[in-house]
């Protein structure tokens, strides 16, 4: 293992640290682990949380800023946050207009956000939790039950925190979160395994002339494994995954202020047709040369091209990774009038900026 820390205990935080030294605009707190917009406190809004597992920046910690996050809560390596740390994030960040947390649909992650949300709408703060589950891959993982949580995300935090940035007050910014997960599909591939560091060695086990199809954030198997196959091939194959997929229904919890509890709703993710227009991430994995991503979207451009699907906004780059590892996924996330006017609007996060 070859990588750029010091010892393996201290890498969140050290990491945490050079955040702090390098962005004096935001406010790092190491105990518990949360990294804030320093003027979250003081804004008349609803404030946007997000967090999981470290390894995957610049998510959640890249896209605290202006017009995106308030506030997002590190994990150790590929685990999930606390809910304390939460739970403290948002009792630093709020101001009285509500609290909105964006989670990954992963158990641990589910289950540590909804812990916080109790918490919070206990004491008075209104806590909503919005899930996310776009990857097409798979119905279950090793991490979740159902769909696990991924590229979607970076769009539904630009996108939602531009709202609250704009006045929205908390029910409306999770009904467009909600619309948001529905409206975004993903998968991913990996030609490599990644390196965690307390464990020292592959996370898991892939020939050189083989590439995983499907693969999860954390290195969990998808639909496939395959020998290597050209670059336009295994676009192909992601990008039909996406659009090929079939209305998703499934079950989500959200919190019931009337009755002070969770109730179950059921939501259904309608299929992409001719005519639709998208914005599309095509997303490197942590060890993916820039270049290569740029090929990916050509493919993936003629794709919809052919089909009658418009790409109107794009990213291209490493904006969800799974630390070293070599591999891209495809994010997909139909948008409208709404959504287009507020992913226009300016964000400055170390990750992520335009218009400021």
Known sequence: MKKLINKVEDVIKEQMQGMAAAHPELKVNLEPKYILRSDSASQSKVVIISGGGSGHEPMHTGFVGKGMLDGACPGEIFTSPTPDQMYECAKASHNGKGVLFLVKNYT????????????????????????????????????????????????????????????????????????????????????????????????????????????????????????????????????????????????????????????????????????????????????TPVSELYGVYRKMNEICENKGITITRKLVGSYMTALDMQGCSITLVKVDDEILKLWDKPVHAPGLRWGI
């Open 108 to 287: 641990g992650d589910v289950m540590n956000f909804e812990m916080a949300a109790e918490m919070l709408n206990d004491e008075g703060i209104k806590t909503q939790n919005i899930l996310i589950d776009d990857d097409v891959a798979v119905k279950d993982s090793l991490y979740t039950a159902g769909r696990r949580g991924v590229g979607t995300t970076v769009i539904m935090e630009k996108i939602v925190g531009a709202a609250a940035e704009a006045g929205y007050d908390l029910e409306q910014c999770a009904a467009l979160a909600t619309k948001i997960n529905s409206y975004g599909r993903s998968m991913g591939m990996a030609l490599t395994s990644c390196i965690v560091p307390a464990a020292g060695k592959p996370n898991f086990d892939i020939d050189d002339d083989e590439i995983e199809i499907g693969v999860g954030i954390h290195g969990e198997p998808g639909r496939k494994r395959i020998a290597m196959i050209t670059c336009d091939e295994i676009t192909s194959i992601l990008t039909n995954a996406i659009l090929d997929d079939e209305a998703y229904t499934r079950k989500i919890k959200e919190w019931d202020f009337d009755s002070n509890d969770w109730k179950e709703i059921e939501l259904i993710s309608p299929p992409f047709k001719k005519g639709d227009k998208m914005i599309a991430l095509v997303n490197g994995m942590g060890s």
